[in-house]
């Protein structure tokens, strides 16, 4: 199948499942092209951008489930609860197993720092919080804490300068 005709397919489903959620639908839109502008640039294979950019999508799929399990939705339980909808959702659309197992993989570690491996970990995990430190309104310490321990590609680092006025 066309792998650009499968992100639209997901990105139509992941709209689906946080339907009426205006802030989770833009988080991971946004998140979604964040990465995929870090996979262009830092020109990884194909294989990789694919599943860098599924992940994107799904990365916080286990939101929803976790508030409505739990009363509320840490990284921890995202990571708990999203691999399961994500699976569905993947096998629905026919992508294949090992693409599923790592997005999978993906979902259920994107706030875990500490065991980054693979440029579709490093893309995420960068593409997630060049949002969040908007979306969060993170302290400028606790984001240069970020970018010296976490962020690890020239274009996750340009961009932040770029976007939030910092010299390099």
Do not use: W
């Amino acid at each position: 199948m066309n792998r650009i005709k499968l992100i639209d397919d997901l990105t139509e489903k992941m709209i689906h499942f946080d339907q009426g959620d205006v802030d989770r639908i833009q988080h991971f839109i946004k998140v979604h092209r964040f990465a995929q502008f870090l996979c262009s640039r830092e020109q990884v294979d194909m294989e990789t951008k694919f599943i860098t950019e599924c992940a994107a999508l799904v990365h916080d799929i286990g939101i929803l489930p976790a508030e409505r399990k739990y009363g509320k939705s840490t990284g921890v339980l995202q990571e708990k609860e999203g691999p399961y909808y994500a699976k569905a959702m993947l096998k629905e659309l026919g992508l294949q197993n090992e693409e599923i197992e790592r997005i999978c993989y993906l979902v259920a570690h994107h706030h875990t720092y500490d065991q980054i491996q693979g440029m579709d970990y490093q893309i995420l995990v960068e593409a997630d919080f060049l949002v969040n430190f908007h979306e969060d309104h993170m302290e400028k310490q606790a984001i240069e804490k970020v970018l010296k321990n976490i962020f690890r590609t020239k274009t996750g680092i340009f961009l932040y300068h770029l976007i939030y006025g910092q010299k390099q």
